[in-house]
């Protein structure tokens, strides 16, 4: 059975809670029914992340790494004992509504008319790479370009080149906020023996 919070306005960020069960509910864009009116207002912004979701039923990103039978497999042929990068738009869209700093930046969003602040893209960043230290994944130019990619995906407005450049002309190494991001946390996690020095 599920049931949903009545007090919320449409127009804020919204949860589908499933009841007896031990999976959770998420939500994923809804990309095929036509946007309704309630009030008698239009909310037809499309670029608005939080609006439009269909439920769907599936564990959150923040346990399928360690529950998934398929994940555990050690010594991947190109990765090692990384995992290779699977994420898709619903990764993205679950940390966002799974986490107070996914809500925080869908908010974020709402309010900058589907852009992003620089502390909402902080906060994005800061969500997206712990997620991506904890999903035993390795940093690489060519995770950066996916997630910089579904980053756009999900928020339209944004600008790849915020996120994520390669090394090329003029760059030796490559830049971004998730490069940026990265490199500052697994230093300071290697720093501590929290991680081994090759992540």
């Excluded at 908010?107 to 997620?131: V, W």
Aim: proline letters at 5%.
């Amino acid at each position: 059975m599920y049931y949903t919070d009545n007090s919320f306005n449409t127009t804020d960020v919204s949860e589908v809670v499933k009841v007896n069960s031990i999976e959770p509910t998420f939500l994923v864009p809804n990309l095929i029914e036509v946007p309704h009116k309630e009030n008698n207002q239009d909310i037809t912004d499309v670029n608005d992340p939080s609006k439009y979701y269909l439920t769907l039923n599936r564990s959150s990103p923040y346990t399928s790494s360690n529950s998934s039978p398929s994940t555990s497999t050690p010594n991947h042929q190109k990765y090692g004992k990384y995992k290779p990068m699977e994420w898709t738009i619903e990764t993205i869209l679950e940390l966002l509504h799974t986490s107070n700093d996914g809500r925080f930046v869908l908010a974020d969003s709402k309010t900058n008319n589907g852009s992003l602040s620089d502390d909402g893209q902080n906060t994005l960043i800061k969500l997206l790479i712990n997620f991506l230290l904890q999903d035993n994944s390795k940093g690489s130019d060519l995770f950066f370009r996916k997630i910089a990619t579904l980053i756009c995906e999900v928020f339209p407005s944004e600008q790849k080149s915020v996120y994520f450049i390669p090394a090329g002309e003029g760059n030796t190494h490559a830049k971004g906020k998730l490069v940026e991001r990265w490199t500052n946390v697994s230093r300071r996690l290697r720093s501590i023996g929290a991680i081994k020095s090759d992540n």
